[in-house]
């Protein structure tokens, strides 16, 4: 789970998602277990299907490299963008 921004709530879940092979899933049905078993606003809005998540350096955690997945394909959260720049 990482923070992508929103225009209502500022930030909201993002969940990075590995299939075991030859599994399948969809997004809907992720938000659907999600709902059933998370209170509402820890449930993810968005999915997004990977091959694989970096394991953390002993100086990351797992959020940040979650962050540097979506980094490199484009995305930065204003999260990652502070601390990339020191701020």
């Known amino acids: 789970m ?3 921004p929103d225009e209502k709530w500022g930030e909201v879940p ?3 998602v590995v299939l075991k092979p030859n599994a399948c899933a969809t ?3 992720l938000i659907k277990f999600c709902r059933s078993r998370l209170a509402h606003y820890k449930c ?3 999915f997004e ?3 694989s998540l970096p ?3 002993p ?3 797992e959020k940040r490299s979650a962050e540097k997945v979506l980094a490199r394909r484009g995305y930065d959260s204003p999260d990652f963008v502070a601390r990339k720049s020191g701020t």
């Open 59 to 61: 100086e990351d955690s």
């Open 55 to 57: 394991k953390p350096q």
């Open 14 to 16: 993002k969940a990075l």
């Open 49 to 51: 299907f990977v091959t």
């Open 2 to 4: 990482i923070p992508v």
């Open 44 to 46: 993810p809005r968005s």
């Open 27 to 29: 997004e809907a049905e």
